[in-house]
């Protein structure tokens, strides 16, 4: 059996729930203790409801969405609801967070959770009354008998409740008897994220701390040769200057010591065998792979054959960059070891990933290393990979004292994790009568992430399944085409890539609804009605691991054609496009946007999405997630990271533009009910077909075609 990354981090995500939900008290605690019935909710004796979330809070609101799983099934008054952050330990070993998960790999364990906490305070209830358990009801923390009057808090109930054996037997709500899953919920620490009070990586101060800056290779391969610090001592605050396995630290008595001694550091790199990269001459590259063939991700019928017997064929390549992250936030990193252990305060999206790498580092127990996790000024994936923890644990050791390390935005962009390049060439055939018979999709990019995938493709027992999923948005092709054949070309690079938001699928579906643009105005036929007839035939369809529900994506269309009044007359220069993806077989994505152009230029005048994310929790979280990934989208189109002799040419904001608050369209967004009785992921699905439905706008604009990003 073959596993992909993206399923191991639904079993590993859900697996860490279901071990630590297992861990529950069946004793009696003191009177004035804390009663904790499971890993994720800790109940006061003053009533307060203290829940523990074990995803990282990087904008996308589970400090909220994840609460109000457990405080629906408790019953819980909101108002008494306090959040605390999870931190690897026995209790806590799958703390990743990535891949749009953290809704559905807890929607049933935190609603047990919340579930068997309230029936143990209803049977402490029952034996202290002595009243029949199904006489009792709760309301916002409470125990109610109305045949009596009597009522108790959960806190006056919490020390009985935590001598009741745990039930094994659970009944949770169904849909329409939620209270507080599906309202619109302000985040509980949104008053500290605008005031200032919530803490990010870099806010952490310890007494004694140092404060570091570092000089890594300007090219993936190179090693130091050689350096000389003797001027860069001779800033006020600087401490030490000190060779790590990344480079060379700069470490000063603040940040601004260390930055002013860092050009002055006299440094040589011995070469190392990626000098000779060039992102211009690799794409080339991948231009020619994707003419050749590739191994096979999804085959049906005989493409070949369609298009050889087409009444007429269409083909075109799309071309598509790398990309960096760019958060707002730099990674950081804070350190402390002494002795034979280890404290770390980091923006993470790996607590588990950071501790296991910093314990093998120092050849102590995982026990040992205590990773807090901060708030994330932007994670994207980007703060999946633990380097930044690895450089601050390394340099505290050498230094004997607390460190922070910082990257700056020029670190970031030229040191981080790239969304990789890839080009795509797809054939369409059609018969006589104008029906599209016949689709071929070949991608060619470089399936190995770096720290993720080390295995080399040779090792992979099924070629098909390990391609599979660098193909999101090519094999999983939702339309009904009798002759369908996509496959996956690997052309190795040296650059240093992973996770990047929506990760394989931005690039795949930007070629796809582009080139189904085209077929459908080369036919003469409307693009939003071409994607209706091609979403004909069977609603359930298998697409290699994935399972395809043609109804709902055919619904989000059927709302933003309404919602943006498709088919109404535009001024002169406007034009609207339309663009829809199904993600990991989950969320259905569907946007229109129009578009006014001016000459070579273009302004987006408004965009109209339909989400089909399953249950909502949050509607206000929802839709925040929406516009962030439409803003994120839209970055596509104004930068690209481009690499000579071996080296990332952009450095900050001025050279890797991003998009600006002026530049931001109109967005409308409506939650569409698939019928679904659990939420799915909305942090990367909304991103792929943005481009796409602008792109496809600019073109109804003015019947100009873009096929290579950025613009």
Known sequence: MTTTRREFVKITALSGSALALGIAYSHAEETRKPWKPSAWLRIDPDGKVVIIVGKSEMGQGVRTSLPMLVAEELDADWKTIQVEQASPSKEYTRLSTGGSFSLSSNWNPLRRAGATAREMLLLAAAAKWNVDRAALRTDRGTVLHDASGRRATYGELSAAAAAITVPTEITLKQPKDFRIIGRRTARIDGPDIVTGRAKYGADIRLRGM??????????????????????????????????????????????????????????????GPNRGFSSAEYIATLEKASRGPGTVTRNEGDASAALSGAARTFE???????????????????????????????????????????????????????????LIGGGFGRKLRPDYAIEAAELSKA?????????????????????????????????????????????????????????????????????????????????AIANLETSYTHVPSPVRYGPWRAVFSPSSTFARESFVDEVAHALRRDPMQFRFDLLGGADTIKAGNLTIERPRLRRVLEVVREKSGWGSPLPEGRGRGVACNVYDGETHVAYVAEVTTTGRTFRIDRIVAAVDCGLVVNPTGVEQQVEGGIVWALGQFKSQITISGGAIEQSNYHDYDVPRISEIPPIEIYLVDGGKQQPYGIGEPPVPPLVPAVLNAWFAASGKRVRKLPL
């Open 210 to 271: 140092r404060y570091a800056v570092v000089l890594r290779p300007p090219v993936q391969g190179d090693k130091v040769a050689r350096f000389d610090a003797v001027r860069a001592k001779q800033v006020r605050g600087v401490r030490d200057v000190i060779q790590i396995s990344s480079g060379i630290a700069i470490v000063a008595d603040s940040t601004w010591p260390a930055l002013k001694a860092r050009p002055l550091v006299d440094l040589e790199w011995e070469a």
């Open 316 to 374: 075109a390549s799309y071309i598509y960059p790398f990309y960096a992250h760019a958060a707002v936030e730099t990674v950081n990193c804070t350190a402390h070891v002494r002795d034979q252990e280890c404290e770390i305060w980091a923006p993470t999206q790996t607590p588990n990933g950071v501790q296991s790498v910093v314990a093998r580092l120092l050849a102590i127990p995982p026990e040992s290393v205590k990773v807090n996790v901060t």
């Open 399 to 479: 230094i004997q004292a607390p460190v922070q390390v910082l990257w700056t935005r020029e670190d970031d962009i030229r040191d981080g994790l790239l969304q990789h390049a890839s080009v795509h060439a797809i054939r369409a055939g059609t018969d006589a009568e104008g029906k599209l018979t016949a689709w071929s999709h070949r991608k060619a990019s470089n399936r190995i992430m770096t720290r993720f995938d080390p295995p080399n493709p040779d090792e992979a027992k099924d070629l098909a399944v390990y391609y599979r999923e660098a193909s999101w948005g090519v094999y999983d092709n939702p339309y």
